[in-house]
């Protein structure tokens, strides 16, 4: 550009000469020549000058760089305003997982850092042994990685893993010291960190999260499953975008601020979780691994009344703080939560639900007897006292209220017989097994219902062959607390959107009758033979327990009663096939419900392949102090969470096309209720339009395609029976005069076709 401005320059000049040369003119004619030139000189050079002036103005651009961006920046600056992580509480308002900004410590190389009266703002070399000394006294940081950095050819240094993660509280006792000393050049980098201030607390269910790059900043995100991950849309929130313009030193000008894009903080979530039951049980689940030695335990306590999970917690576990050091090498160590990501064969507990379809079905009388030896085809079931003893230790012949009581194999597999397959294969659907509960939760099984075969469907009767997860175990014991109404679990108390101070309130949620009241009545008195019969129970401590100067008697106790308790041990399936065979290759269980006439809470705890010989004890030890605590919180515990009388509203979405399993999950994190009908794999249909505003804890009806099955109606509503009828063209006729369904004609699970007629009876 220059050597053609010169050019352009030049060349009047050079023919000026070269005309005055060649034609001889006299010095008038040579000015009137060199002003000819001149100004056709002047209107070429302003010309171009205008056409770049329209070019730059047009286009903005130089050498790539925004003209206007570039002139914007020098008084004007636009900065993301990051959203506040929504904090995880227990039901009471304690803190379970908070943003909590952490710094890093660095040291201004730069020499050019100087402040408006030109004092220095770097670190010189006449101060690094200062400098070192300060860092390793202070933080430990390695006296020669401080040499090294100081004496980089770097503006500004940092000092590796102990220069991270500095507390508010350490950086502002560190910024004073340095002060004191005088030393300069000192600064902190404040960063998102996630702080979880109850150490090992549900950790495997809370989760955790990490500062990940979401290709423009650094945000929080949930990781390692759990809610911090499964809830991180409700929790995260969304960034702003704000402008200010700044005075000629760069300052913020006072009411110059414009928001174009406001931030949105992300929701606080307040678990179902209780922290004092949570912290109690955390200590008795760290006793108990070391008594038992057991490969992985899983104990959870749920509201018996509402579905609520009040406290849960696995081993091996970890603590979010040394969670990246410790956790993945622990042997057995799992990031999956044992409650609701695992299916495993349950045992014996399984028949609790076995004996309440029976009794509601008509298929048993407890006093009726049976001879303790059983063939199925070529398999020969086994009680326990044979299969430990090669002999009968308990009487040979028995009535089946006492096979129930002493966990007989024979008894439950001659109930399951009485019954048939078609009805015991109904009961565990009405049961719902193999539905997951669709809490919310990422990762949630399946579970599988046992092969259509005798053997299965037989040995499925006494918890083998069939895969089940511990939520659902604890929603089918709802029924059975319940007298037959069965909740779905629940682990959201309720979400708090604090950008308008609203709430969505969780409520229990009922999701069936499978059995009757009088069978689970039933059921509950045998749970509590199992406890306090001398002779058939399984729970029943003969010798009592020296080592705690215990009688002997029942062994699950809660303020001097007796608990209403179902064991269980199951073989496990090997890896390469068929069963494990080691003599502690088992996994133990009980589910334990207090008071048994009428439970509060339903506890239940498994140990996996314990290294010492196994004892009961290892489960009562934990179940009893935290029933007994339960109960002492039980005012607490039943009062309500809600902090603010402005009930929020939630819009639906619409979930027509997506899958059945990820549309519950979807309403279910915004605490509503949704039920899958039909077994297809997309949603064609909803009860509520898309767009809808609608409050908390309504239920939404998603309609698939595949085989027609009718639902358990039990406490819908006249609108949602109707819906159903619309969309399967089913002819109903009403009775009754409550608000919600009391019983319906067609059983739930059954098949059903177009034009079907069905009676429903409404009560209220």
């Known amino acids: 550009m220059m050597r053609f401005f010169r050019k352009l320059f030049s060349l009047p000049f050079r023919k000026v000469v070269k005309n005055a040369r060649k034609y001889k003119l006299r010095p008038e004619k040579n000015r009137k020549h060199v002003g000819k030139s001149l ?4 209107i070429a050079v302003f010309t171009i000058f205008i056409f770049r002036f329209v070019w730059l103005i047009t286009t903005n651009q130089v050498a790539g760089y925004n003209l206007r961006e570039m002139a914007k920046s020098n008084y ?28 890093t410590i660095y040291v201004v190389l730069d020499k050019t850092q100087v402040d408006a009266n030109g004092n220095k703002l770097y670190a010189s070399p006449e101060e690094f042994d200062r400098l070192t000394t300060f860092l390793n006294s202070k933080l430990g940081i390695d006296k020669d990685l401080i040499s090294t950095q100081l004496h980089s050819k770097e503006k500004q240094v940092e000092f590796g893993v102990k220069g991270n993660g500095i507390k508010l509280q350490q950086m502002q006792t560190l910024q004073k010291e340095a002060d004191d000393e005088r030393l300069v050049g000192i600064g902190f980098l404040p960063q998102l960190s996630r702080s979880y201030p109850n150490g090992n607390f549900a950790s495997q269910f809370i989760g955790i999260a990490s500062l990940v790059n979401d290709g423009k900043n650094q945000v929080l995100q949930g990781t390692n499953g759990g809610i911090e991950q499964s809830f991180n849309s409700i929790l995260g929130g969304s960034n702003g975008e704000e402008t200010y313009q700044k005075d000629n030193l760069g300052r913020p000008m006072p009411g110059t601020t414009k928001i174009i894009r406001p931030v949105k903080n992300g929701d606080n979530i307040y678990t179902t979780l209780d922290a004092q039951l949570q912290t109690t049980l955390e200590k008795l689940m760290d006793q108990a691994v070391i008594q038992s030695g057991g490969e992985q335990l899983s104990a959870t306590l749920v509201d018996a009344h509402t579905g609520e999970i009040l406290a849960t917690s696995q081993r091996p576990t970890y603590t979010p ?27 014996s507990v399984m028949k609790t639900f076995l004996m309440s379809g029976a009794l509601t079905s008509n298929k048993v009388d407890l006093n009726a007897t049976y001879q303790r030896k059983l063939d199925v085809y070529d398999t020969t079931i086994n009680d326990w006292d044979v299969t430990e003893n090669h002999a009968y230790t308990l009487p040979e012949v028995v009535n089946f209220a006492q096979g129930f009581m002493m966990s007989s ?9 009485q019954m048939g397959n078609s009805l015991w294969d109904s009961y565990l659907k009405r049961f719902k097994f193999g539905v997951p509960a669709r809490i919310g939760m990422i990762g949630e099984q399946f579970g599988n219902l046992p092969a259509a075969n005798a053997v299965s469907q037989i040995q499925s009767a006494f918890g083998q062959g069939i895969a089940v997860t511990q939520l659902q175990l604890l929603r089918g014991w709802t029924a059975v607390a319940g007298n037959g109404t069965m909740l779905e679990p629940h682990i959201i108390s309720k979400l708090v959107n604090t950008n308008n101070d609203t709430i969505l309130q969780s409520k229990p ?3 069936g009758k499978p059995v009757s009241a009088s069978a689970t009545a039933q059921v509950r008195n045998l749970m509590l033979g199992v406890n306090t019969d001398p002779e058939f129970g399984t729970s029943y401590s003969i010798q009592g327990d020296p080592d705690e100067n215990l009688p002997a008697g029942p062994l699950f106790m809660v303020n001097g009663q007796a608990a209403a308790v179902k064991t269980g041990t199951a073989q496990i399936a090997a890896p ?34 314990p290294s010492e010989p196994w004892t009961l004890k290892y489960i009562a030890r934990v179940a009893n102090p935290i029933l007994t605590q339960a109960e002492a919180l039980k005012s607490q515990i039943n009062a309500t969470t809600a902090t603010t009388d402005k009930t929020g509203k939630v819009t639906l979405d619409n979930y027509v096309g997506k899958a059945p399993g990820d549309a519950s999950d979807s309403l279910r994190r915004t605490v509503l209720e949704p039920v899958v009908i039909g077994q297809g794999a997309k949603v064609t249909a909803q009860s509520i339009k898309a767009g809808t505003k609608i409050g908390a804890n309504t239920r939404v009806l998603l309609l698939t395609a595949g085989q027609e099955v009718m639902p358990d109606m039990y406490d819908w509503t006249k609108n949602e029976v109707n819906t159903l009828a619309k969309w399967y063209g ?13 019983n319906q004609s067609i059983t739930a ?8 007629s069905v009676t429903v009876t409404l009560g209220s």
């Open 39 to 42: 100004f056709f000189l002047a």
């Open 76 to 103: 004007q600056s636009t900065v993301t305003v990051y959203a506040k992580r929504g904090t995880i509480y227990d039901r009471n308002g304690v803190a379970i997982a908070v943003d909590s900004s952490t710094y």
């Open 321 to 347: 703080s040394t969670v990246n050091t410790t956790a993945p090498q622990q042997k057995n160590f799992t990031w999956n939560s044992l409650l609701f990501q695992s299916a495993y064969e349950p045992g």
């Open 409 to 417: 194999n024979i008894g439950m597999s001659k109930v399951e017989m």
């Open 509 to 511: 949620e009922v999701v």
């Open 576 to 609: 390469t096939g068929g069963y494990m065979t080691g003599s502690q290759d088992y996994l133990y269980s009980a589910v334990v419900m207090y008071p048994a006439k009428n439970p509060d809470y339903i506890f239940y705890m498994n140990v996996k392949i």
């Open 730 to 742: 089913l002819k109903v006729t009403y009775e009754g005069s409550g608000n919600h369904v009391t």
């Open 749 to 756: 699970s059954d098949g059903i076709k177009k034009g079907q």
